[in-house]
């Protein structure tokens, strides 16, 4: 019984994280129109570069963070310009299948030619579990629930009371009209990007921590 109620409560927890990775996949979706299947490629590259800066490299956590920001955004602006925006106007049959390339070919590729592909172990949160009545969870799950709960309202808190916010909503629901109102529809579009790319390092930093860093995240 004991059992069922850790794995109850972690799934519960996991569950958090993944909403907060999801929210990526929907916003670039409701943006863009393009069903990102990247999304789980990109953030196993991503989990891999937090690991290297961490483990390898031995950098602060607080510099090895502000470069996987740095990192998760150029990436998300480079998909955006140089893959993604030439292909408007396309079918989605023709992004479905870019992504689905991206996703299970060349990032995960890359981040095997990098770092190898073996599973590492990161250590950012504290080692350890606690029990609350007759329940035991680790402290990475409990944090990690924690910070992806904090993530997942403040996005959603700048998508519904910020000026951006409200823009891309509107071109969510039509970005031919937002155009017509002036709206800059392809810079809403390279931000949709950004975010779902810093919701994946996020993630990457989560589930790295949570679960040995591999290519199976």
Known sequence: MDTFLRA????????GVYALIALG???????????????????????????????PKGLPLGLALLILILVAALLGLTLDRFIFRPLIGQSMLVTFIITLVLGFTVIP?????????RPQVMHIFPSGSMTLGPVTFS???????IIATAMFLIFVFYFR?????????????DNLISQSLGINVKWIFALSWVIGCLSA???AILLGSMFAVNSDL
């Open 25 to 55: 996949v929907v916003m670039v979706f409701k943006a863009s129109k393009v069903f990102n299947l990247a999304h789980g490629g990109i953030l196993m590259f991503l989990s891999y570069l937090t690991w290297w800066l961490l483990e």
């Open 139 to 145: 402290y990475t799950f409990l944090l990690s629930f």
């Open 8 to 15: 109850f409560t972690e799934g519960i927890l996991l569950g």
């Open 109 to 117: 590729g890359l981040a095997m030619l990098f770092w190898g592909g």
């Open 201 to 203: 390092s996020i993630g």
């Open 161 to 173: 009371y910020t000026k951006t916010g409200l823009l891309m909503r509107c071109v969510s629901e």
